[in-house]
């Protein structure tokens, strides 16, 4: 089961578990949490929320959303 696809996501659908586990912060390398409601990877450390476009996370700050 180590080679099975990471599923896409949509708003009605979690994030991976494993993908959440490896993604970090770009900016202070901490942990993220999912919004399911909002689709995005939220860092609270950095005050930042990451979309979740087409089921890939966008972990740039200028395309973040500040909190």
């Known amino acids: 089961m180590?080679?099975?696809?990471?599923?896409?996501t949509?708003?009605?659908t979690m994030i991976d578990p494993?993908?959440?586990e490896i993604l970090v912060c770009p900016l202070t390398r901490g942990p993220l949490t999912y919004?399911?409601?909002r689709n995005e990877?939220?860092?609270?450390?950095a005050c930042l929320a990451y979309p979740i476009r087409n089921g890939?996370?966008?972990?740039?700050?200028?395309e973040a959303r500040v909190l």
């Open 10 to 12: 949509t708003p009605d």
């Open 56 to 62: 890939i996370p966008i972990m740039l700050a200028d």
């Open 2 to 8: 180590e080679n099975e696809p990471i599923p896409a």
């Open 18 to 20: 494993r993908l959440l």
């Open 35 to 37: 919004d399911r409601a």
């Open 41 to 45: 990877l939220v860092s609270a450390k």
